[in-house]
């Protein structure tokens, strides 16, 4: 099982050093703050990002203060190098700097342009090798600019790039389908997991078989709820999924258990993030195939604002020698119900506990969810830092199918769910 070739361009240790004038405020309402400004990054064909950038008040050449932000980077997955490849000339990084309010109003933006930067970066080899294109301090415009108070700005920056290669996988299906589940490489495509989706509406206390058993205490969390009172009216809940991977072999090596059922909040038809529905992600402990071990929790919810979300949470489970099992918070974000999105665990900070080994940085994982009611056949890719084996790869596969199948539990309550969703006809339009 190979890697696919990926890279990674990181823009960090961004910093502003500006003259006295250039940080009053830029407008009506903005006003001067600790990080009064901010940055876009963009490259030709890839969607940009913005990232604060804070002032930094040493003198001469010496590097930014631990403040300095770093974007979450450019990901380049085969296709893109091949594309940079037969360009034949290196791309062209633009920083623009903007100094007031981040943000977008009316499709304009909010901040008023200091000045911008441009960075050449040559990618040719970056899947193989790592390569720095900038490190250090630039000048910001030049004296030839409009904005004259620009002219004396200066601009910290370093640019790099790293080899970032992933497994690639996809469902054959949609999650509730039972689907078999292949690895991509290029233009094969490999089988080698298989899903089983059960929904048992009848499952007292988790959907979990009542011959398996989960260790570490997890009663402790409060994570396996009764269900009782508003959360067993019938058609007003939906509970009981589960997924489970299984190798070729036919044997479990990874479930996604609804342990807390998807309930609409009382008086609406939605569920709030004041009372979620949860998963959780489960590997297998010991000899027995009956016997799971949790290695993460999902949390979802309907979120109602501008755009109508999807918000998640998701956080490893950690033992303890002396205590119960606690939470690391890893991922949090909210994505378009109409549009779907990209659910992604993508850190420059250490997320060891999800290998038990060293100290480790960067992406980690990153799954498709398409918008509410389309067809759903996830991409997952995985870093392959995280990978040692199948089962790891598993633990991946099964979060993915948590989220994707989030988007269903989270739906409206007054719309109706597939037949897929309940062995009882009866309970279709829950």
Known sequence: MDPCPFARLIVESLAL?????????????????????FCKLSIKNFPSQTALLPLCSSSGDSPPPDSATSSAGFHLDSIALRRIKAAGKPVTLRISVYTGRMGRTCGVTNGKLLGRV?????????????????SGWLKLGSEKDENKSSSSARLHA??????????????????????????????????????????????????????????????????????SGERERPGRERKGWMVTIHDLSGSPVAAASMITPF????????????????????????????????????????????????????????????????????????MNVKKGG?????????????????????????????GEGKVSKPVVQVGAQ?????????????????????????????????????????????
């Not at 441009?118 to 900038?134: C, I, K, M, T, Y």
């Not at 979802?300 to 950690?318: M, Q």
């Not at 993508?346 to 969810?369: C, E, I, Q």
Request: glycine share 8%; with cysteine.
């Open 17 to 37: 050093k500006l003259p006295h004038q250039a940080t009053k405020p830029a407008g009506l309402g903005v006003h001067p703050s600790a990080t009064p400004c």
């Open 386 to 430: 995280h990978v040692t084996c199948m089962a790891d790869a598993a633990l991946f596969i099964a979060l993915s199918a948590a989220i994707d199948l989030s988007m269903d539990a989270c739906r409206l309550f007054s719309h109706k769910l597939r037949k897929e969703f309940s062995h009882d006809e009866q309970d279709i339009f829950s």
């Open 158 to 227: 370093v640019v790099r790039s790293e080899p970032d290669p992933r497994y690639v996988f996809q469902f054959g299906g949609e999650p509730e389908c039972s689907p078999v589940v292949f690895q991509i490489q290029g233009n094969i495509r490999q089988p080698v997991f298989s899903c089983k989706f059960s929904a048992d509406r009848n499952a007292r206390s988790r959907s979990l078989p009542s011959d398996f058993t989960i260790n570490n205490n997890t009663r402790n969390r409060g994570w396996m709820r009764t269900f």
């Open 342 to 370: 990209e659910f992604c665990i993508d850190s420059r900070l250490s997320v060891a506990a999800l290998t038990s080994r060293s100290p480790v940085k960067g992406f980690v994982m990153g799954s498709t969810v398409e």
């Open 263 to 334: 309930v609409p909040s009382p008086g609406s038809d939605r569920v709030w993030r004041s009372n979620p529905g949860a998963w959780l992600i489960l590997r297998p402990h010991g000899v027995s195939v009956s016997s799971w071990k949790p290695w993460g929790r999902l949390e979802a919810w309907r979120e109602r604002g501008p755009v109508d979300g999807l918000g998640y949470k998701f956080e490893l489970l950690a033992e303890n020698a002396n205590g119960p099992t606690t939470g690391i918070p890893i991922a949090e974000a909210t």
């Open 118 to 134: 441009n960075v050449s970066v040559d990618l040719s080899g970056a899947e193989f090798r790592p390569g720095v294109f900038q």
